[in-house]
């Protein structure tokens, strides 16, 4: 098959990149960044450069194409990211109808199902109805949890002030991921062809953030790390006060609202809660405290 990914090579697109490369497939991989090249093509794929808002450039890249790993960028700009992410959206929705692209595996997350109160995911729910209007297109919404690399960003709170937290309790649940597991998972996805539309959940764990807390903590000599419940206005003034543009910052504060009231996560527990990546917490806490 002739596939092409979006992600250039982050956390998800080099592991999905080797996945299907080895597989026996011919991988463009889409990039703004022409320093990528190289590294693109040492993983026996080739680079498509240019920006994902471009709908003209999108369909030169999926040209050809019988598959495609869609995602956006998780931080479209400063201000108007909502909008933003959903003209990525759009770009893509329309290069994969002129193209005539059979088969679409975009990554999505955990609280799309939601047109509201889910922060920056909002986003990827006006693409996920974006892409349900494509004819004869066979599309699967890859609902990812929540990173685990995200959890790097907490070092510095960590080793600064010995706490970890967020504006929701120790006691809510949170379905986790890693990368490697979604690449694994977007690999097998895109080697299939089921008809219509369908929704499949990406989680390697289900855990409590108190849990996150004992598990990093103990990874990283500190077994009594404690969660810590922020307030919205806490939470709001730490991430602009660590640089986070403010825009940004306000919507991971609403996200934390839609985990705190289980909102967000609604759908996935509901639905029975598989948690079947491979990477359970305590290991990827062998990979924090690695890099602590």
């Known amino acids: 098959m002739n596939i092409t990914i979006a992600g250039s090579l982050g956390n998800i697109g080099k592991h999905l990149t080797q996945h299907l490369v080895a597989a026996g497939h011919q991988v463009t991989v889409i990039t703004s960044n022409t320093e ?8 026996g794929a080739k680079a498509a450069v240019g920006s994902v808002n471009d709908a003209g450039f999108l369909q030169e890249a999926l040209t050809g ?25 759009k770009a893509f929705a329309t290069a994969i109808k002129e193209t005539g692209v059979a088969r679409v595996v975009m990554l999505s997350s955990i609280g799309a199902d939601l047109a509201t109160g889910n922060g920056p995911i909002a ?5 996920e ?40 309790p120790s006691n809510v649940q949170i379905p986790l991921v890693h990368p490697e597991d979604i690449a694994t998972a977007a690999a097998a996805a895109l080697q299939q062809q089921p008809a219509g539309k369908d929704v499949r959940y990406i989680v390697s764990d289900l855990r409590t953030a108190g849990d996150i807390a ?11 790390l404690p969660w810590v419940e922020f307030t919205d206005e806490q ?25 705190r009231s ?5 759908d996935f527990i509901a639905g029975g809660a598989q948690a079947d990546g491979a990477t359970k917490l305590e290991t990827f806490a062998q990979e924090f405290a690695a890099r602590f």
């Open 123 to 127: 986003g990827l729910h006006h693409i």
């Open 129 to 168: 109805a974006l892409y349900r209007e494509l004819e004869g297109v066979s599309v699967t919404f890859l609902r990812a949890g929540y990173f685990y690399t995200n959890y790097y960003n907490d070092a510095a709170l960590i080793k600064g002030m010995g706490i970890i937290g967020a504006n929701y």
């Open 262 to 266: 289980g909102k967000l996560q609604a």
């Open 235 to 259: 939470a709001l003034d730490g991430m602009t006060q660590a640089g986070l543009p403010g825009e940004m910052a306000g919507l991971y504060v609403e996200m934390g609202e839609g985990m």
């Open 214 to 224: 004992k598990a990093l903590g103990t990874a990283v000599g500190k077994p009594e």
């Open 36 to 43: 990528r090249i190289g590294a693109i093509e040492a993983l």
């Open 65 to 89: 194409a019988d598959a495609l790993f869609a995602m956006t960028p998780p931080n479209m700009g400063g201000s108007n990211i909502i909008r933003n992410t959903v003209a990525a959206g």
